[in-house]
């Protein structure tokens, strides 16, 4: 079964206190790795797609980096503006094509 | 470029009513259209998803279900409403295979009472 498993599920970070969040993964044949922003009461916009191993994207603060097993989303100097809830989501190959299976999500909560 | 409407926004509904939410995309033809729930702002939960007109796959045994009458129109019903199918829906589309990820309407909040 696709699974795939997101840490911390809140982080609480100062503003221009640099940290990541992690996205571990287990699927059969990974054809994508995404990551969105949630805002409360609104609906996930995309940020990323990564496709394979090595593989990093970046935009503003925030860079993701992809691995065999997990990806990371960096954030650089976050401020207030970036506190929302992060979802990673995997488009596992096979039957599951197409169906992304999406972690529970990281709160980032950044303070002032 | 490609738009996905949603509506309503909010919603109350009480309990043994029916329900009825509709998904709209423009700007693309043959999409993939998705169902989601969401509880307490966390996870989502895959309910339907469609690959063409009539074509639905549920993928949760529950109190919901799905159509797909037009190409980008997709329909989320209820005979009658439970409490527990309170939560915040969301419809998605992508593309074939979803290559590229989804898109995702603004969501609705729908509260059984």
């Known amino acids: 079964e696709d699974q795939?498993?997101?840490?911390?599920?809140?982080?609480?970070?100062?503003?221009?206190?640099?940290?990541?969040?992690?996205c571990s993964y287990t699927v059969s044949g990974l054809r994508g790795l995404f990551w969105y922003r949630q805002d409360p009461g609104k609906g996930p916009e995309f940020l990323f797609t990564l496709y394979s191993a090595g593989e990093e994207k970046e935009k503003e603060r925030l860079k993701a980096t992809l691995t065999k097993k997990e990806s990371f989303l960096h954030?650089?100097?976050?401020?207030?503006?970036?506190?929302?809830?992060?979802?990673?989501?995997?488009?596992?190959?096979?039957?599951?094509?197409?169906?992304?299976?999406?972690?529970q999500g990281t709160i980032l909560t950044v303070h002032p | 470029s490609q738009t996905i409407h949603q509506w309503p926004a909010t919603l109350v509904q009480p309990v043994g009513s029916p329900l009825s939410l509709e998904c709209t995309v423009e700007g693309t033809s043959n999409p993939n259209l998705y169902?989601?729930?969401?509880?307490a702002g966390r996870g989502l939960q895959l309910l339907f998803y469609s690959v063409g007109i009539?074509?639905?796959?549920?993928?949760?045994?529950?109190?919901?279900?799905?159509?797909?009458?037009?190409?980008r129109q997709f329909i989320l019903s209820s005979k009658k409403l439970l409490l527990s199918d309170s939560g915040f829906y969301l419809c998605a589309w992508s593309r074939d295979r979803a290559a590229d990820g989804y898109t995702f309407g603004s969501g609705t909040r729908l509260t059984v009472v």
């Open chain 2, 35 to 39: 169902w989601y729930r969401q509880a």
């Open chain 1, 4 to 22: 795939v498993t997101q840490s911390p599920e809140a982080l609480r970070l100062q503003e221009g206190e640099s940290s990541s969040l992690n």
């Open chain 1, 75 to 103: 954030i650089t100097a976050p401020k207030p503006e970036d506190s929302a809830t992060y979802l990673c989501a995997a488009n596992a190959g096979g039957t599951s094509y197409g169906k992304l299976t999406f972690g």
């Open chain 2, 54 to 71: 009539g074509q639905i796959s549920s993928e949760v045994p529950q109190n919901l279900s799905a159509s797909r009458p037009q190409d």
